[in-house]
């Protein structure tokens, strides 16, 4: 198969799956992170504190916190946990619980109507671990069904200025064949450091994680998108299958 160049955009640590897999097809990646991941210190009365819910938002929270408030404070009898999708359902999985979750790419509103059907939430302790920012969503939901809600940063995201590399990458004759972003935040930080030439970056196939990060690129004006099951191994399969289609 032809070698075809890939630009990931994942910080580092959190790209292996996909950067391993890519290169395990023959392709080329080139590195490029769009963000990275700042570690939040938790408040001490979260680690303390006894909650009836731990909801998980991302993969992310999962690394971050689970020994620090999960394993060490939080895990009781009666403790239910949640995730908001799949992904970050399978590493609580891989953590020896079973968690609540919505089918589908998952999503705020639908863990709260999944946790609503599944629980009586009136008056429960819950606690949302969760980067910093976001739409305060999935807390108001859970508010409206009676639930004492309690929200807590554990990272934040930092966007990294890597345009030299993204410029090279678009210059005529490089032949960059696909892209990824695995958020929002890292997608707009992206087309912004491409300035003139985010029209050309626009122009590739961009490979994606949920449809919310898809429907920001069609608004940005991307001209082809696929939305994965996740941004790991999986997105591999799915770039490499549209190379061997195309």
């Given at each position: 198969?032809?070698?075809?160049?890939?630009?990931?955009?994942?910080?580092?640590?959190?790209?292996?799956?996909?950067?391993?897999?890519?290169?395990?097809?023959?392709?080329?990646?080139?590195?490029?992170?769009?963000?990275?991941?700042?570690?939040?210190?938790?408040?001490?009365?979260?680690?303390?504190?006894?909650?009836?819910?731990?909801?998980?938002?991302?993969?992310?929270?999962?690394?971050?916190?689970?020994?620090?408030?999960?394993?060490?404070?939080?895990?009781?009898?009666?403790?239910?946990?949640?995730?908001?999708?799949?992904?970050?359902?399978?590493?609580?999985?891989?953590?020896?619980?079973?968690?609540?979750?919505?089918?589908?790419?998952?999503?705020?509103?639908?863990?709260?109507?999944?946790?609503?059907?599944?629980?009586?939430?009136?008056?429960?302790?819950?606690?949302?671990?969760?980067?910093?920012?976001?739409?305060?969503?999935?807390?108001?939901?859970?508010?409206?069904?009676?639930?004492?809600?309690?929200?807590?940063?554990?990272?934040?995201?930092?966007?990294?200025?890597?345009?030299?590399?993204?410029?090279?990458?678009?210059?005529?004759?490089?032949?960059?064949?696909?892209?990824?972003?695995?958020?929002?935040?890292?997608?707009?930080?992206?087309?912004?450091?491409?300035?003139?030439?985010?029209?050309?970056?626009k122009s590739i196939p961009l490979f994606v994680n949920h449809s919310r990060i898809a429907l920001d690129a069609l608004r940005s004006g991307v001209k082809t998108i696929f939305i994965c099951q996740s941004a790991g191994a999986e997105m591999a399969v799915a770039i490499n299958s549209w190379f061997a289609e195309h």
């Amino acid at each position: 198969m032809t070698t075809r160049s890939v630009l990931v955009t994942r910080p580092e640590l959190r790209s292996s799956p996909l950067v391993d897999q890519l290169k395990a097809y023959g392709h080329a990646v080139i590195m490029c992170p769009a963000i990275k991941i700042e570690e939040l210190e938790l408040d001490q009365q979260i680690r303390n504190h006894k909650f009836d819910i731990v909801v998980f938002v991302s993969p992310t929270t999962v690394e971050l916190c689970w020994e620090a408030v999960a394993a060490r404070s939080l895990k009781k009898e009666q403790v239910v946990y949640a995730a908001v999708g799949a992904v970050t359902a399978r590493m609580l999985r891989d953590k020896g619980v079973e968690p609540i979750f919505p089918s589908g790419e998952g999503g705020a509103p639908e863990l709260a109507s999944e946790l609503n059907k599944s629980l009586n939430l009136m008056g429960r302790n819950i606690l949302i671990m969760k980067g910093q920012g976001g739409s305060g969503v999935l807390k108001e939901l859970l508010t409206d069904c009676g639930a004492v809600v309690v929200e807590s940063d554990c990272y934040r995201r930092v966007d990294i200025d890597n345009s030299e590399i993204l410029n090279k990458t678009l210059l005529p004759g490089y032949a960059l064949n696909a892209w990824m972003a695995s958020s929002r935040s890292a997608l707009s930080n992206l087309l912004s450091q491409a300035g003139n030439r985010a029209v050309d970056l626009k122009s590739i196939p961009l490979f994606v994680n949920h449809s919310r990060i898809a429907l920001d690129a069609l608004r940005s004006g991307v001209k082809t998108i696929f939305i994965c099951q996740s941004a790991g191994a999986e997105m591999a399969v799915a770039i490499n299958s549209w190379f061997a289609e195309h």
